[in-house]
C-alpha cells in the first residue's frame, strides 16, 4: 500500500503512516473538503459480516464519549472492497515523535 488509493466520495491528499494493520492518510469528503479527515484503511482483504457489524457497533459506541484525551472516530465504512475509520485530523506530532524527544515520561503529563 505504497501509493495513495482512490475510495469514492474522498479525496486522499496524504499518506501519514503505516502500522501491520492498517495504511493512515490525511484527506477530505467530498461534501465537505474543508474538514480535514483522518482515513484509516485495514489492510485485511475481506473481513466477515460478524466482525464489520461489530466495528460499527464500536464506533457508535466511542461517539458518545466526549473526552478531550480521545479521538473519537466518525465513521467505519466499506467502499470498493476498502475498509476504513475517518476521524477528525488535526496537526500535531506523533507520539512516537514526541516520546523521543523526551529524557523522562511522567504519567502526570498525560492527564488535562
Do not use: C
Request: no cysteine.
Amino acid at each position: 500500500m505504497d501509493e495513495l488509493i482512490t475510495i469514492p466520495n474522498y479525496y486522499i491528499v496524504e499518506k501519514l503512516g503505516e502500522g501491520p494493520q492498517s495504511v493512515v492518510y490525511k484527506g477530505f469528503h467530498k461534501k465537505n473538503p474543508h474538514r480535514p479527515l483522518v482515513i484509516k484503511i485495514l489492510k485485511a482483504a475481506s473481513i466477515s459480516e460478524d466482525q464489520k457489524r461489530h466495528f460499527r457497533q464500536k464506533i457508535e459506541h466511542l461517539k458518545v464519549l466526549n473526552d478531550i484525551r480521545l479521538i473519537t472516530p466518525l465513521s467505519f465504512e466499506v467502499r470498493k472492497n476498502v475498509l476504513f475509520f475517518t476521524k477528525d485530523y488535526f496537526q500535531g506530532v506523533t507520539l512516537d515523535q514526541w516520546s523521543g524527544k523526551q529524557k523522562k515520561i511522567n504519567l502526570n503529563d498525560f492527564s488535562p
